[in-house]
């Protein structure tokens, strides 16, 4: 007898909804993604130059400073990137973290600072969720003498808060598309004063490491941003590479 096609348009047809379906939940994330970058600050990277280290034609290059200490600074407001700051607010459950010391096990913050602390402290990292940056890094001088300087399993601070920034700024978020508006600009932790951090931010004075601006610009670039450097430039990721004995 003849062939009898209609499962396959049963087939056919299923999949064309599945697809709709996708397609449906696709854009509301787009929709929803696109209202929290609304709330968040507009990065202004002509606000500040400095001459380029990359060298390469140009001569300047943007830079944006930040620090927020869970309130804006002059700097932050001058720049427009107080959510590169570790106490920016992200919300309840705005930051899932799963530590290598526990694998499948996902935990949520607020804020990158308590998920970076709670990265010394895996076992008690729930007591860490709820805690603001300014809470987190008290409880963590608290708690001092029983920190995990494997990081959570990371194997270094280095490392952990590189598993943190990728986390708050994972592709596709509001935090990624905002940190991609700050170009090629060279992003700097400016303290509020000298002797707080020397390896994090620039030390207020400009003796600091400034791991945190440097990290994030290689963050920046893993999401697409500032890699092809105009002028002849290398990128942010090259430079540091060539220049720091870190691992990137």
Known sequence: GGEWRAPQVAS???????????????????????VALDKLPVPN?????????????????????????????AWDKLCGACFLGNFWDLGP??????????????????????????????????????????EAFRLKVKLSGKEDRSYGGFGSNWKGMRAVLDAKFAKGTACAEALLRTGDAFLLEHNARPGRDKIWSDNN?????????????????????????????????????????IDT
């Not at 056919?12 to 696109?34: T, Y």
């Not at 490491?209 to 092809?228: E, I, P």
């Open 12 to 34: 056919d047809r299923e999949r064309l909804i599945a697809g709709k379906m996708l397609l449906e939940q696709e854009l509301e994330r787009l929709r929803a993604m696109m």
């Open 45 to 73: 990277p002509a606000a500040v130059s400095m001459p380029d280290p990359r060298g390469g034609e140009g001569g300047n290059v943007g830079v944006i400073a930040f620090y927020y200490p869970d309130s804006e600074t």
């Open 93 to 134: 459950e705005g930051l899932k973290l799963e530590a290598k010391c526990s694998p499948g096990e996902e935990k949520s913050f607020t804020n990158a600072e308590a998920a970076f602390q709670a990265l010394k402290f895996w076992p008690q990292a729930g007591d860490f969720r709820e805690l603001s940056g300014g």
């Open 205 to 245: 004075k400009g003796d600091g490491t400034n791991w945190l601006g440097m990290q994030l610009m290689l963050v920046r670039d893993s999401l697409g941003g500032s890699a092809a450097a105009a002028g002849g430039r290398c990128s942010w990721s090259e430079h540091i590479r060539d220049a720091c004995t």
